[in-house]
C-alpha cells in the first residue's frame, strides 16, 4: 500500500451526510467514490469557471477573461459580462431542457393513457377540472373529451412557436401584466430554450442585459410550463399527494436483509409507479420466494425516491449524495434509473458488489450496465423484466459483507399546495387565509423554501441548521428535492418537530398538526411553491404581487444547471434567492450587480449569495422582516394591523382563486405507507 493510500484510509472523505460517512469510513480503499475523487482533485476548482469567466462557445478558445482589462477580453473581443451572461444563459436552457422534457414525457405518458394505450388511469378525478381550467379549456366538458383535449393542450405547450404558454395566466394579475410589458411572456417551451441557445452562441447576443432578460423568459416557460405540466399530470395520473408517514434515510426499514431490494433513482415517476405495482404482484412475489427471499421492496434515491414517497409512502434510501452509499450497504439487488443526477460512478461501485445498475432510458445510458428499455404502453411487462433481473442477483449477496447502519427516521411528507388549502382552511371553507392571517398578526413571520440539491463540496450541512435557524425564528419553511431528504434525516419533517419551532409557529404548528418543514416534492415540484406564493396573493391582505409576499427562496447547496433555471423563475415571478455557497457569475461584477440589483428593479426580485446557515438566515430573516414593514405589519398591534390589513385588501381588487368553487379537492387526513402504520388525522 502507498504513501497516499495509507492517508486515505487513516482519514477517509469527509462528506455532509452521517450515514454515507459511515459506509465510505468502512469502505476504505476499496472503492473510489465520489468524495475521494472531489479529496484528490482539492478543495478549489478553476477560478474562472467557477465564477464563469471563461468562454468556450467557439474553438479560437477556451478564454479566460479578466473584467476591466482589456487585454483580456475573449479573443473576439467579448467582454467578461457577456461571457458570464452567455455561461449563465446556457445554464438556464439546460436547467429548463432538463426539467421540461420530464414534463414533455409526463404529458406523452398522459396522452397515451388517455387513449388506453397504458395500464395506467387517470386517478385524480376531482383535479382534471382545475387544471383543465389553467390550460385555457371549458372544464365543464364531458370527461373524456375533456382528458383528450388537456393532452393535446399540454403536448401544445413544448412545441407552439407563437401565441404564450396558458398556465402563466395562474399568477397574479399585476405580474401577469409585468410579463406582458418587459416582453417575457414565454411563446413555447422549445422556443424560448433553443432561443436562449442560440443567442448565446458565438457572434450572436453580446448585451448581458439582452441575454438576461431571456434567461428570465426561458426559465418562466420552465417553472410555469414544463416543470408545471410534469406536477400536475403527474398529480393527474398517479394522484394528487396528501400527508402520508413514510421513512427516509438508509436502515432496515428501508433496506431490508430479508427481500430483494430494489433502489430507484431518477426523476420520472412513471418507471417507479409501474415498478410499484409489479413488485405486489403474486407472481413476481412467489419468484421472489423461489430464490430465498420474502418478496421485492422498493427503495426511492433522489426525486424519483421523492415521487414515490409522498404518494405510495415508500421510503427513501437517500438523496444525491447518498447513492453510491445505498449500493455499498452490499444488500441492493439493483439500482433502476432513468434520467438526471446519476453519478456515473454508481456502475463502478456496483461492480463492487453483487448489485446490477439497470437503465431504462434512452436518452440515458451508461458504459457497464444493463440496459431495459421502459415503455409505458408496456409499463408491466418491463416492469417486471426489470424485477426478474433484481430477483436473479438475490443468491448472490453476500451476506457477510452486508451492513445497513440503522439510521432511518420517522417523516410526513405530501404537502401539495392543494394539501395546505384544505389543511388550513377544512373541507368546506378550503382557503390561505388562515396562513395569511397568521403571517399578519405576526404569529408567522414569513415562509422561506429551502430547495434544491445537496453537493460533494459542502460538509456541512448548511440546508439542516439554516432550517432550524428559521425555524426557530418563526419562520415556516417549505422544501423540495434532495434538500427536502436531507430535512427529513434532520427529524424536520416531523411534527414533534415543532418543538424546535419559535413560540408563536409552535402554536400555530400544533394547532393543524403538521411539521415546522412542508415536503413539497421534487424538483419539478417548486411549481407547486408558485401556485402557493399565486394563493397567498389571491387570499389578500399582503400585497398584489408575489414580489409584495414576505416570503423568499433558497439553495443552499446547488449543484445542477436546473437550481439555476428554478431561482431564474422565482426571480422573474417576484421571489427572491439566495444562492450559495457560490454563484456562476461572480467574476464580473457587472453582470452580478444587473441579477443582484438591476432584477430587483425591474422584476421586484432579484439573487443573493452567501456561504454559512448564519449568513443565509441573516439575509433571508431581513427580506422578510423588510417585506413585512413594506406591508404596514411589522408593528406590535397585530389584532388593528390585522383589521387595517384585510379592510386594504378587501377594498382592493382580487382574482378569485382557481380552486375555490369546484370542490376539487377531499378531505386532509393522514395515510400510512404500505408498511402499515397506524392511522392519524393530521
Known amino acids: 500500500m502507498d504513501t497516499r493510500a495509507r492517508s486515505r484510509k487513516k482519514s477517509p472523505p469527509r462528506v455532509q451526510n452521517a450515514t454515507a460517512q459511515i459506509i465510505y469510513e468502512r469502505l476504505g480503499d476499496e472503492v473510489l467514490t465520489t468524495p475521494a475523487r472531489v479529496e484528490r482533485r482539492g478543495t478549489t476548482p478553476c477560478l474562472f469557471g467557477k465564477g464563469g469567466t471563461c468562454c468556450r462557445v467557439c474553438n479560437m478558445g477556451p478564454c479566460q477573461v479578466v473584467e476591466g482589462v482589456e487585454e483580456l477580453r475573449g479573443v473576439c473581443g467579448a467582454s467578461a459580462a457577456t461571457v458570464v451572461a452567455r455561461n449563465f444563459g446556457r445554464m438556464v436552457a439546460g436547467g429548463a431542457s432538463a426539467h421540461s422534457d420530464h414534463g414533455r414525457q409526463v404529458a406523452i405518458d398522459f396522452y397515451e393513457t388517455v387513449h388506453g394505450e397504458t395500464p395506467f388511469e387517470v386517478k385524480d378525478k376531482r383535479k382534471l377540472r382545475v387544471v383543465a381550467q389553467a390550460l385555457g379549456l371549458d372544464p365543464d366538458k364531458e370527461e373524456q373529451e375533456l382528458l383528450k383535449e388537456m393532452a393535446e393542450a399540454a403536448l401544445r405547450i413544448f412545441g407552439q412557436q407563437e401565441g404564450e404558454i396558458p398556465l402563466l395566466n395562474r399568477a397574479p394579475e399585476k405580474r401577469k401584466q409585468l410579463w406582458k410589458e418587459l416582453g417575457v411572456w414565454p411563446r413555447g417551451v422549445d422556443r424560448e430554450v433553443v432561443e436562449l441557445t442560440h443567442r448565446t452562441t458565438i457572434g450572436v447576443d453580446q448585451d448581458h442585459r439582452n441575454i438576461f432578460m431571456a434567461c428570465a423568459r426561458t426559465a418562466l416557460a420552465d417553472g410555469w410550463g414544463g416543470s408545471m405540466v410534469a406536477t400536475e399530470f403527474q398529480d393527474l395520473m398517479f394522484g394528487n399527494p396528501g400527508p402520508i408517514k413514510a421513512r427516509v434515510n438508509i436502515g432496515l426499514s428501508v433496506i431490508r436483509e430479508d427481500m430483494v431490494n430494489v433502489a430507484v433513482h431518477g426523476h420520472e415517476p412513471v418507471l417507479a409507479e409501474a415498478l410499484a405495482i409489479a413488485a405486489s404482484d403474486p407472481e413476481i412475489v412467489e419468484e421472489a420466494k423461489k430464490v430465498g427471499a420474502k418478496g421485492v421492496n422498493l427503495a426511492g434515491i433522489c426525486c424519483t425516491g421523492n415521487e414515490i414517497l409522498m404518494r405510495r409512502g415508500i421510503p427513501v434510501a437517500g438523496s444525491f449524495l447518498q447513492q453510491e452509499a445505498a449500493i455499498a450497504t452490499g444488500a441492493l439487488e439493483a439500482v433502476v434509473v432513468d434520467v438526471q443526477c446519476i453519478m ?56 457477510a459483507r452486508v451492513n445497513i447502519p440503522d439510521h432511518s427516521v420517522d417523516v410526513v411528507v405530501g404537502f401539495s399546495h392543494e394539501t395546505i388549502l384544505y389543511m388550513l382552511g377544512g373541507r368546506f371553507r378550503a382557503s390561505y387565509k388562515p396562513l395569511n392571517e397568521n403571517i399578519i398578526n405576526g404569529k408567522i413571520l414569513g415562509v422561506a423554501a429551502i430547495v434544491g440539491c445537496d453537493n460533494f463540496r459542502v460538509t456541512e450541512e448548511v440546508q439542516v441548521e439554516l432550517a432550524k435557524e428559521l425555524i426557530a425564528n418563526n419562520v415556516l419553511v417549505l422544501t423540495t428535492g434532495c434538500a427536502a431528504t436531507g430535512m427529513g434525516r434532520a427529524g424536520l419533517l416531523r411534527p414533534e418537530a415543532a418543538e424546535m419551532a419559535g413560540d408563536s409557529l409552535r402554536e400555530v404548528l400544533e394547532a393543524v398538526g403538521c411539521p415546522p418543514v412542508l415536503h413539497m416534492g421534487s424538483c419539478v415540484d417548486n411549481s407547486r411553491i408558485l401556485i402557493a406564493a399565486t394563493e397567498m396573493v389571491n387570499t389578500g391582505g399582503l400585497g398584489e404581487d408575489i414580489s409584495d409576499l414576505p416570503v423568499i427562496g433558497s439553495a443552499p447547496q446547488w449543484m445542477s444547471e436546473k437550481a439555476i433555471t428554478i431561482g431564474q423563475y422565482f426571480v422573474a415571478s417576484g421571489a427572491t434567492v439566495v444562492f450559495g455557497p457560490d454563484f456562476p457569475t461572480l467574476k464580473s461584477q457587472v453582470a452580478t450587480d444587473f441579477l443582484f440589483h438591476e432584477m430587483e428593479r425591474i422584476f421586484g426580485a432579484g439573487w443573493r449569495v452567501a456561504r454559512s446557515a448564519s449568513e443565509f438566515a441573516s439575509i433571508m430573516i431581513d427580506h422578510i422582516k423588510n417585506k413585512r414593514k413594506a406591508l404596514g405589519i411589522d408593528k406590535p398591534k397585530p389584532r388593528v394591523l390585522y383589521d387595517m390589513a384585510m379592510r386594504r385588501a378587501l377594498e382592493s381588487p382580487k382574482v378569485t382563486s382557481p380552486f375555490h368553487g369546484l370542490g376539487c379537492f377531499g378531505p386532509v387526513s393522514l395515510r400510512v405507507s404500505p408498511e402499515g402504520e397506524e392511522k392519524k388525522a393530521a
Open 344 to 399: 456515473q460512478n454508481v456502475v463502478e461501485v456496483a461492480k463492487h458488489f453483487h448489485t446490477v445498475v439497470i437503465t431504462t432510458n434512452p436518452r440515458a445510458r451508461m458504459e457497464g450496465s444493463t440496459h431495459i428499455e421502459f415503455d409505458a404502453r408496456k409499463a408491466l411487462d418491463c416492469a417486471k423484466q426489470i424485477l426478474r433481473e433484481a430477483i436473479a442477483r438475490f443468491p448472490k449477496r453476500d451476506k
